[in-house]
Structure formats: structure tokens, C-alpha cells
């Protein structure tokens, strides 16, 4: 019996992935224009013209600012737009980037707690009109009360900046960033430079392109919305060899604390760890500008050595009925 089991439960995820996959396969059909889905009610079509897409999230988006942000995701090429109604009223509108088997919001890896184009307590309803697997990293918990087919929490690793941070950093780590602060003291550092942004975002992207999280598919997402917001949402913070960028981080603004989006560093400037001072130097200067928070997000073993555990990071899923049959089914055998 116990044989049998261990090759049932394995059977039973295989096929809730398998199932993702052919839901996931069939999508292009829908990705082209003008295409109709009813679920529950409601009416989702998908990449109507953008001058619908617009219209609707003038309706249901309040904020002239979130307007704007939702405007530009909404026309970066190769993004699918998604507007769902109820009858000819738009609830919400969705722009999502396409992933290996499922879908994101674009505006999601572009800001920390991002507005959604949706009109308040229809969040659930729309995700779900919408047909296909959606996955959000990074969902705030309260801002209504949903119910997806998945939801998980990891540790977000943050910094108090009001007091003495460092004293989080393990003697070893300590001294090693204080012997990079000495191999880099003749570099010069910038902040908010235009161009330091694009040289981030495109170092960035090709040089984690291989990373098997591909977060870099928000590259081109990132690359049209952050020029936009400015030093007062967006922040950079580079190292320059003279002319030269060799590391670069860039932050988003909540109040009084920085989001940390991404970091970037030219490979030829390895020896110098440029990597680990840049991160360094940007704590030095969120703190002289007066920010009191810094959080570095999830992930990755070097934030553990900058930064304690000081929040969590939630994470949603909402998936087509295919995938949650196949899903029960495995919860079931297991």
C-alpha cells in the first residue's frame, strides 16, 4: 500500500503541472486580438485596442498617477492586455507578462505594493474572469479580502536605518566590506542620474539572463515605466569609474523607505567586489538622506548578510478551473 502511495502522490503533481502546461500551450489562441472569454458572469477580452484599454482605466483607475503608470505598462510591446465586464461596465483592467507557465501583472517587479487597474472589491472576480493561471509575488494582504487557489509567505530581509545597521553584519562579512570600501576609494559615486537607470536595468537583465527565477522578463517593463516617475519614486545610486558605470542599485520610494528593486555590475570590475560595495555605499547614503527603512525583498543569500529578517513577502495564485481540479486531486492522494 505504501508503494502504491509513493507512486500516486508524484503521479498526482505530475499531472497538476502537466495541466498547467497544456492550459499554458493553448494561450497564444487568446493572445490575439479582440479574443472573449466569460467566466463567472463576466466578460474578459483580451488585447482589445489600446484606445479601449485606455478608456477603461480611466473608469476604474481614481489616481491620476496610477492612471499614467497603467497607460504605459499597458503599451509596452509583447504585454497582453485583459479587460474584464460586467455587462458593458469595465471592472478592471489587467496587463500581464507571459512567464513559463503562468502569467503577472507587468506592474508587479516594477514597484513594491503596486495599485492594480481594478475597481475596489472586484479583485478576486477579475483575476479569475480572466482565464489563466495568475501569479502575484509581492500581494499586500488587506487590501480586501480574496480567497486564491494558492498563497505562500516568505522572509523579506530589512533594515532599520535609524539605528546602527552594521551591527547586524557578521565580524567577517565587516571586515571584508571595509576592505572593498579601500579597493574602491578612488571611485566616485552618483545618484539619480538618467542614464544610470537604463545602464542598470540592461546590466541587470543580461547579467542574471540565465538565472533560473527569470525575473528579468520585467526588463522591458522596467525600462518603459521607471523613466517616468522621477527621483521622487525611483532612486539610483551608481559607482562611476571616471566616466565609467561599474555597479549601479536602483530603489523605489514608499515615505521613508526604499524598496529594493535590482543591482547591476560590470563583470571586469569583479576583483574589486564593486558587487558588494555598491550595496554598501547605498545603505551609507539611504541613511545620510533620511530614509529609515530599507528593504532588500526576498531571495537571494546575500541579503541575509546585509539585512535581518524584518517582514514577509506574500504571494498569490489564481488558476483556471483545469489546473485546480488536477490541483485537488493531488491535495487529495497526498
Given at each position: 500500500?505504501?508503494?502504491?502511495?509513493?507512486?500516486?502522490?508524484?503521479?498526482?503533481?505530475?499531472?497538476?503541472?502537466?495541466?498547467?502546461?497544456?492550459?499554458?500551450?493553448?494561450?497564444?489562441?487568446?493572445?490575439?486580438?479582440?479574443?472573449?472569454?466569460?467566466?463567472?458572469?463576466?466578460?474578459?477580452?483580451?488585447?482589445?485596442?489600446?484606445?479601449?484599454?485606455?478608456?477603461?482605466?480611466?473608469?476604474?483607475?481614481?489616481?491620476?498617477?496610477?492612471?499614467?503608470?497603467?497607460?504605459?505598462?499597458?503599451?509596452?510591446?509583447?504585454?497582453?492586455?485583459?479587460?474584464?465586464?460586467?455587462?458593458?461596465?469595465?471592472?478592471?483592467?489587467?496587463?500581464?507578462?507571459?512567464?513559463?507557465?503562468?502569467?503577472?501583472?507587468?506592474?508587479?517587479?516594477?514597484?513594491?505594493?503596486?495599485?492594480?487597474?481594478?475597481?475596489?472589491?472586484?479583485?478576486?472576480?477579475?483575476?479569475?474572469?480572466?482565464?489563466?493561471?495568475?501569479?502575484?509575488?509581492?500581494?499586500?494582504?488587506?487590501?480586501?479580502?480574496?480567497?486564491?487557489?494558492?498563497?505562500?509567505?516568505?522572509?523579506?530581509?530589512?533594515?532599520?536605518?535609524?539605528?546602527?545597521?552594521?551591527?547586524?553584519w557578521h565580524r567577517k562579512w565587516r571586515a571584508n566590506l571595509r576592505t572593498t570600501r579601500k579597493r574602491c576609494a578612488g571611485f566616485e559615486l552618483r545618484i539619480d542620474a538618467p542614464e544610470d537607470l537604463r545602464w542598470a536595468v540592461t546590466s541587470w537583465r543580461d547579467l542574471y539572463?540565465?538565472?533560473?527565477?527569470?525575473?528579468?522578463?520585467?526588463?522591458?517593463?522596467?525600462?518603459?515605466?521607471?523613466?517616468?516617475?522621477?527621483?521622487?519614486?525611483?532612486?539610483?545610486?551608481?559607482?562611476?569609474?571616471?566616466?565609467?558605470?561599474?555597479?549601479?542599485?536602483?530603489?523605489?520610494?514608499?515615505?521613508?523607505?526604499?524598496?529594493?528593486?535590482?543591482?547591476?555590475?560590470?563583470?571586469?570590475?569583479?576583483?574589486?567586489?564593486?558587487?558588494?560595495?555598491?550595496?554598501?555605499?547605498?545603505?551609507?547614503?539611504?541613511?545620510?538622506?533620511?530614509?529609515?527603512?530599507?528593504?532588500?525583498?526576498?531571495?537571494?543569500?546575500?541579503?541575509?548578510?546585509?539585512?535581518?529578517?524584518?517582514?514577509?513577502?506574500?504571494?498569490?495564485?489564481?488558476?483556471?478551473?483545469?489546473?485546480?481540479?488536477f490541483r485537488r486531486l493531488a491535495t487529495r492522494l497526498n
Open positions: 500500500m505504501q508503494a502504491a502511495r509513493r507512486w500516486v502522490e508524484p503521479a498526482g503533481e505530475l499531472a497538476t503541472r502537466a495541466a498547467r502546461r497544456v492550459v499554458h500551450a493553448g494561450l497564444p489562441v487568446l493572445e490575439r486580438a479582440d479574443r472573449r472569454l466569460v467566466v463567472g458572469g463576466l466578460r474578459a477580452q483580451w488585447n482589445p485596442g489600446l484606445h479601449v484599454v485606455h478608456e477603461s482605466i480611466e473608469r476604474v483607475v481614481a489616481d491620476p498617477d496610477d492612471r499614467e503608470m497603467h497607460r504605459i505598462l499597458a503599451s509596452v510591446p509583447g504585454r497582453v492586455n485583459v479587460v474584464v465586464f460586467d455587462a458593458d461596465r469595465p471592472l478592471g483592467v489587467v496587463t500581464l507578462r507571459r512567464r513559463p507557465t503562468f502569467w503577472e501583472p507587468t506592474m508587479y517587479q516594477c514597484l513594491a505594493g503596486p495599485p492594480l487597474a481594478i475597481e475596489a472589491g472586484r479583485v478576486e472576480d477579475v483575476l479569475r474572469a480572466v482565464g489563466v493561471e495568475i501569479r502575484i509575488e509581492g500581494y499586500e494582504p488587506g487590501r480586501e479580502q480574496i480567497e486564491p487557489d494558492e498563497q505562500y509567505a516568505v522572509d523579506s530581509y530589512v533594515t532599520d536605518l535609524t539605528g546602527d545597521y552594521e551591527a547586524h539572463a540565465d538565472d533560473p527565477r527569470g525575473e528579468v522578463v520585467a526588463a522591458t517593463d522596467r525600462l518603459a515605466l521607471w523613466p517616468h516617475l522621477g527621483g521622487s519614486q525611483i532612486r539610483t545610486v551608481a559607482l562611476c569609474d571616471g566616466d565609467r558605470v561599474v555597479a549601479c542599485t536602483v530603489s523605489s520610494v514608499r515615505g521613508l523607505e526604499l524598496s529594493f528593486q535590482c543591482t547591476a555590475r560590470d563583470p571586469e570590475y569583479d576583483r574589486q567586489s564593486v558587487g558588494s560595495h555598491i550595496l554598501d555605499r547605498t545603505f551609507q547614503w539611504a541613511k545620510e538622506e533620511g530614509y529609515e527603512r530599507f528593504d532588500l525583498g526576498a531571495g537571494y543569500g546575500y541579503k541575509q548578510r546585509f539585512a535581518p529578517v524584518g517582514g514577509t513577502l506574500h504571494g498569490i495564485a489564481f488558476q483556471p478551473p483545469l489546473v485546480r481540479r
